[in-house]
């Protein structure tokens, strides 16, 4: 079984950076995508960014422009950099990645515990 262990939220005043990271437990034999999602209370789960096994990303249309995707594929990681921080971030952050473990079985679903970004206003 894999975790994804999400490190980097807290407490930032509006305007301000924050940089969340996730870390895989064990490799994969191979990556379809990994992103970042955030649910904020009352509110289902939005993509925040992803990014696929070519290194094509995909941002929400309230974070383009000012959060940044990349991962570390010979660590199992993927970062997110968010910049500009509104209080309208405020949310949950959940890492995800689809992968596999041998060709023969089809992609699973992993998800981290999820970390708290709060923006102050």
């Known amino acids: 079984q894999v975790q994804l262990v999400e490190s980097g939220g807290g407490l930032v005043q509006a305007g301000g950076s924050l940089g969340l990271s996730c870390a895989a437990s064990?490799?994969?034999?191979?990556?379809?995508?990994m992103g970042w999602y955030r649910q904020a209370p009352g509110n289902g789960r939005e993509l925040v960014a992803r990014?696929?096994?070519?290194?094509?990303?995909t941002y929400g249309d309230s974070v383009k422009g000012r959060f940044t995707i990349s991962r570390d594929n010979a660590k199992n990681t993927i970062n997110l950099q968010m910049n500009s921080l509104k209080p309208e971030d405020t949310a949950v952050y959940y890492c995800?990645?689809?992968?596999?473990?041998?060709?023969?079985?089809?992609?699973?679903?992993?998800w981290g515990q999820g970390t708290q970004v709060t923006v102050s206003s």
């Open positions: 064990r490799a994969f034999f191979s990556i379809d995508y």
């Open positions: 990014i696929n096994s070519g290194g094509t990303t």
């Open positions: 995800k990645i689809v992968g596999r473990h041998n060709f023969v079985n089809g992609p699973s679903d992993y």
